[in-house]
């Protein structure tokens, strides 16, 4: 039976969701299967900038989307982001270290057949159409997302 890891990201801070696709990123290199759950914040990394529309929205759901990051590299840092100061450091730093941006990790966890579920009462509160997202995303209940886990070896939140 393969070895199975479930990651519930709920973060949609830069720092964070880098540390659950490193980890996933990681995991897939040793044969490990891998889901990720995303609901609320953690959404905001599966948005395709070049997808986002308003178009049959609340007005509530367009303020939202206005407002909310517009993809991977656009979300926050967690601590010391001083309006986006410390985000523009830290991706100096990563820079300077010839590491891999966010938006590599996440296109290195799609080409490595990651699994990739979006919380589907989350994107309905928070007003994200499917076409909005990346297209490896499958919509599920929480239920779904409970199986999925209780199987894995290893569950994290992030």
């Known amino acids: 039976m ?3 890891m479930n990651l519930l990201m709920f973060s949609g801070d ?12 990681s995991a897939r290199e040793i044969d490990v299967d891998v889901t990720m759950f995303f609901s609320f914040w953690g959404l905001w990394l599966l948005r395709d900038p070049d997808k986002i529309s308003n178009e049959d929205k609340t007005v509530y759901e367009k303020m939202f989307s206005t407002f909310s990051p517009k993809g991977a590299e656009d979300l926050p840092l967690s601590k010391m982001n001083f309006n986006g100061v410390g985000k523009k ?3 100096e730093m990563i820079d300077d270290n010839h590491a891999p941006h966010l938006i590599h990790f996440l296109k290195g966890a799609r080409k490595k057949n990651v699994k990739f579920y979006g919380c589907k009462l989350s994107m309905e ?14 919509i599920v209940d929480a239920k779904t997302y ?7 070896n290893m569950q994290l939140f992030i």
């Open 146 to 152: 409970l199986k999925s886990a209780l199987q894995s």
């Open 2 to 4: 393969p070895e199975e």
């Open 89 to 91: 450091l830290l991706v």
């Open 125 to 138: 509160i928070m007003g994200f159409k499917e076409e909005e997202l990346i297209p490896e995303l499958e």
């Open 14 to 25: 830069y720092d964070k969701a880098m540390a659950g696709l490193i980890l996933a990123n």
